[in-house]
C-alpha cells in the first residue's frame, strides 16, 4: 500500500508564494518521476511540472520561471515553490508518483488527494 499525503495549499494574493509538500510512504522500492498536476473544474488535468530521480525537470510553459520542483529522495518527498502567483493559477494541485512497489512489479502511478490553490486579492 502506497500513501501520498499533500500539505500547504490556501489562499494567496496575485504576486505571493505557496510551497507545496508531498510525502510518499508505504510499500516503496523505488521513485521514477515525481511531480505535480492540476485542475480547475470543467476542465482537464494539466501537468505542472515532473522531476526525475536525477534532478531533471520538465514544467509547463504556464508556469517555466516561477515554479520550481524539488524533490528529497531519501525521505520520498517532492516539493513545488511557487512564486509571483497569477489569478490563473487558481486549481486544485495533485501530487503523483511514478514508483514500483518490488523488483518485480511494472511501475504505477499514484496520486495524492488534491490541495486548494486559491490566487485572489
Known amino acids: 500500500q502506497v500513501q501520498l499525503v499533500e500539505s500547504g495549499g490556501g489562499l494567496v494574493q496575485p504576486g505571493g508564494s505557496l510551497r507545496l509538500s508531498c510525502a510518499a510512504s508505504?510499500?516503496?522500492?523505488?521513485?521514477?518521476?515525481m511531480g505535480w498536476y492540476r485542475q480547475v473544474p470543467g476542465k482537464q488535468r494539466e501537468l505542472v511540472g515532473i522531476?526525475?530521480?536525477?534532478?531533471?525537470?520538465n514544467y509547463a510553459d504556464s508556469v517555466k520561471g516561477r515554479f520550481t520542483i524539488s524533490r528529497d529522495n531519501a525521505k520520498n518527498t517532492v516539493d513545488l515553490q511557487m512564486n509571483s502567483l497569477k489569478p490563473e493559477d487558481t486549481a486544485v494541485y495533485y501530487c503523483?508518483?511514478?514508483?514500483?512497489?518490488?523488483?518485480?512489479?511494472?511501475?504505477?502511478?499514484?496520486w495524492g488527494q488534491g490541495t486548494q490553490v486559491t490566487v485572489s486579492s
Open positions: 503523483y508518483v511514478v514508483l514500483k512497489v518490488t523488483q518485480v512489479t511494472p511501475p504505477a502511478t499514484y
Open positions: 508505504g510499500s516503496i522500492f523505488t521513485i521514477y518521476y
Open positions: 522531476i526525475v530521480s536525477d534532478g531533471n525537470t
